[in-house]
């Protein structure tokens, strides 16, 4: 691909030098599980995200089905989450043996739409999983007020939301907002909202590793202390296991990785939003495209646009032919994947917006000539 959705090199040659020396000092202390890189990087992250505990594990995955077994989600549990995601999302809720239920989603945001969460509570929900989509935070005002009515907690499903700020519902068609919800919490990182964030380090994310790796945050003694239990066989005291736990510690590698990419993301989220901004200016004429609305706080993990008129797989095959990536995220709702088939009624808007979006290339080192041709050649398709 002459303009592929995403290329990692550019950013690995910018920081050669710093990467490779913190990989050579790892292979020279010889730790390569947890140890001092995981322990700093755990504090460094939070700090920047302003929590009291950070708990490095193995991945995303990890991160999610480590938060639901510490907050005790059990078999006969529900969690509500968003219909629209990755299946990770999905799955870490079946794999502690609850049953996902899914919400669907506002087309503004690709989010979680609160007023579908309400309606599939019953008594069995334990816990809602709102998804900071393609890097926009979700309407976590209205979100954590249902949470409190009903007594549920929330995990936030951060993996591509690093960095993302928490600036208000409104800025989408949501129906009402409760003020003093929104004013505690706004300017807040997400992942410091809920009970739980879960990170992924994943490579192709904002703050990604080269490998595989996770992170736990959380405000909460008793939810930091069970996710650090369990991310090592269940056990506080080496040999002394007093739960089933899981071996999903992050290695020292990735950590050291990301100490040095840490430094730079708030750099590198702000190119996305002003690629995402440019993007928005050059295709605001297409008759056909609806493209995303730029909130603040968004940090564009995807740059996603809408093709209304069921013309998204020819676009998608045209760019192709011009050497221009792009992905659709996701063809199929969790909830209608052959894993779950004949089990869940589809989500209308979830539906409708699985066949219309398309996510063009964006990472920060993308240029605006590149961003322009890609415009371009979009606004000569109609
Ligand atoms: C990537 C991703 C995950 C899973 O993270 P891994 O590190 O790949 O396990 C979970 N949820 C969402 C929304 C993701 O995009």
């Not at 549920?152 to 960095?163: T, Y």
């Not at 066989?233 to 840490?262: F, M, P, T, W």
């Amino acid at each position: 691909m002459k303009i592929p959705v995403l290329d990692l090199k550019p950013q690995y040659q910018q920081l050669k030098a710093e990467i490779d020396q913190a990989i050579a000092n790892v292979l020279e202390s010889t730790q390569f599980v947890l140890g001092p890189e995981v322990k700093l990087l755990e504090s460094e992250i939070a700090n920047y995200l302003g929590v009291k505990h950070a708990i490095g594990v193995n991945s995303g995955t990890d991160a999610l089905i480590i938060a639901l077994r510490a907050l005790k989600i059990e078999p006969g549990d529900e969690v509500i989450t968003t219909s629209f995601s990755f299946y990770a999302t999905a799955e870490s809720i079946s794999l502690v043996g609850a049953k996902p239920i899914f919400a669907d989603i506002q087309a503004d945001s690709f989010n979680i739409d609160p007023t579908t969460i309400k309606e599939k509570i019953t008594s069995k929900t334990k816990a809602i999983i709102p998804v900071h989509l393609y890097g926009q935070p979700a309407a976590m005002a209205q979100i954590n007020t249902i949470a409190q009515e009903f007594g549920l907690k929330v995990i936030e499903d951060c993996a591509q939301a690093f960095g993302a700020v928490y600036h208000g519902d409104c800025n989408h068609s949501y129906q009402s907002c409760d003020d003093n919800q929104q004013q505690k919490i706004t300017g807040k990182y997400v992942g410091s909202i809920g009970d739980v964030g879960a990170y992924s380090f994943y490579p192709t994310k904002n703050l990604g590793a080269y490998g595989d790796g996770g992170m736990i945050v959380t405000n909460s003694d008793n939810i930091g202390e069970l996710a650090q239990m369990l991310r090592v066989h269940g056990a506080k005291k080496n040999y002394h296991n007093e739960l089933l736990g899981y071996n999903s510690r992050l290695d020292s590698l990735q950590a050291c990785i990301l100490r040095v990419k840490l430094k730079y993301i708030n750099q590198w989220n702000k190119a996305r939003r002003n690629i995402a901004e440019n993007y928005n200016q050059l295709l605001a004429n297409h008759p056909n495209i609806i493209t995303p609305t730029i909130t603040k706080g968004h940090v564009f993990h995807q740059y996603t646009i809408r093709v209304t008129n069921g013309k998204r797989d020819a676009l998608k095959d045209y760019l192709a032919n011009l050497g221009i990536g792009s992905m659709i995220y996701y063809p199929i709702p969790q909830d209608q994947l052959p894993v779950y088939k004949g089990q869940y009624q589809p989500n209308p808007i979830t539906m409708k917006l699985a066949q219309e979006v398309l996510s063009l290339p964006i990472f920060p080192e993308l240029s605006l000539e590149k961003v322009t041709e890609v415009a371009q050649a979009i606004n000569n398709f109609q």
